[in-house]
């Protein structure tokens, strides 16, 4: 972490002065650490407590499926290091992980989507990302998981299970630093 420039955080300081706090954006409840919302049956996470080193989040809440990460659910949570997404999430919103300090993710094989602004997906603007792993089963690497308009991915390595029949539409755009898959 220490050899990550401060500039490489720039997008994250942009992101933050675009985003308010996403409490005001719906009746947000709490569960633990984690802020979310709910549709109907479905719960879509929208945040987490300020100090928040480590996540895991439950794949229901009150009997409701946890289905969707909100865009910028985590971003500026600089103390967070791990994040342990359940099996059942469907959807990922863009620059989820943003300014973070995970420096590793699995993503569940039931993830079909990304959320992309312009070219930036789920996991762009975290500069301690170097490790990706989707989980066994994933038939389809969605659209834009990984990339960057502005070169802000950072994952070197990316796990492939042999379940994976399809990647999606610049799942991978300007990840500059990728050398290695399995």
């Given at each position: 972490y220490e050899?990550?420039?401060e500039?490489d955080?720039a997008?994250?300081e942009?992101v933050?002065?675009?985003?308010?706090?996403s409490?005001?954006?719906a009746?947000?409840?709490?569960?633990?650490?984690?802020?979310?919302t709910?549709?109907?049956?479905?719960i879509?996470?929208?945040?987490?407590?300020?100090d928040?080193?480590?996540?895991?989040?439950?794949?229901?809440i009150?009997?409701?499926?946890?289905?969707?990460?909100?865009?910028?659910?985590?971003?500026e949570r600089?103390?967070?290091?791990?994040?342990?997404?359940?099996?059942?999430?469907?959807?990922?919103?863009?620059?989820m992980?943003?300014?973070t300090?995970i420096?590793?993710i699995?993503?569940?094989?039931?993830v079909?989507?990304?959320r992309?602004?312009?070219t930036?997906g789920a996991?762009?603007?975290?500069?301690?990302?170097?490790l990706?792993?989707f989980?066994?089963?994933t038939?389809?690497?969605?659209?834009?998981?990984?990339a960057?308009?502005s070169?802000?991915?950072?994952?070197q390595t990316?796990?492939?299970?042999?379940?994976?029949?399809?990647?999606g539409?610049?799942?991978?755009?300007?990840?500059?630093n990728?050398?290695?898959?399995?």
């Open positions: 050899d990550v420039a500039e955080y997008v994250s942009e933050a002065d675009q985003v308010e706090d409490s005001l954006l009746d947000s409840l709490a569960y633990e650490n984690l802020q979310y709910v549709n109907g049956d479905s879509t996470i929208t945040g987490c407590d300020e928040a080193t480590s996540l895991t989040i439950p794949a229901q009150d009997e409701k499926n946890v289905v969707a990460i909100q865009d910028y659910a985590f971003n600089s103390n967070l290091t791990s994040l342990t997404i359940p099996e059942g999430v469907t959807s990922l919103g863009y620059y992980i943003c300014g300090r420096s590793s699995t993503i569940p094989s039931t079909t989507s990304s992309s602004n312009g930036n996991l762009a603007g975290c500069p301690t990302l170097t990706v792993t989980a066994p089963g038939k389809k690497i969605p659209d834009y998981i990984c960057s308009s070169q802000t991915s950072y994952v990316v796990t492939i299970p042999d379940s994976v029949e399809e990647i539409y610049s799942a991978f755009y300007n990840c500059v990728l050398t290695g898959g399995i």
